[in-house]
Nanobody, 122 residues
Framework: QVQLVESGGGLVQPGGSLKLSCAAS????????MAWFRQAPGKEREFVGY????????SYAGFVKSRFIISRDNAMNTAYLQMNNLKLEDTAIYYC???????????????WGQGTQVTVSS
């Protein structure tokens, strides 16, 4: 059974940083692309960024603007999302997803975590 578990969310002030983790079990991460999505209240789930199984290919949504970095440690079967210079509008539930896809649509990913809340507030 595949399980993805996110952690690292919390409350942070504008301009602050958080690092989210996504620990996988039941799936070998080096064989799967990993993506991060987020969903704010009343909004659709949106793509944040993606990293390939090898870690050599990355892509990000336009709003990231070099503030976020996705990485992975295949030996630990874990992916990460480093978020810097956080803004109020980054407040959302953040989800990690895994699968053979490399796209920006949620439907392209087979496996999902339960999400972790990120709140940016002064």
């Amino acid at each position: 059974q595949v399980q993805l578990v996110e952690s690292g969310g919390g409350l942070v002030q504008p301009g602050g940083s958080l690092k989210l983790s996504c620990a996988a079990s039941g799936i070998i991460l080096r064989n799967a692309g990993m993506a991060w999505f987020r969903q704010a209240p009343g909004k659709e789930r949106e793509f944040v960024g993606y990293i390939s199984g090898s870690g050599f290919s990355e892509s990000y949504a336009g709003f990231v603007k070099s503030r976020f970095i996705i990485s992975r440690d295949n030996a630990m079967n874990t992916a990460y999302l480093q978020m810097n210079n956080l803004k109020l509008e980054d407040t959302a539930i953040y989800y990690c997803a895994a699968g053979q896809a490399a796209g920006i649509e949620p439907a392209e990913y087979e496996y999902w975590g339960q999400g972790t809340q990120v709140t940016v507030s002064s």
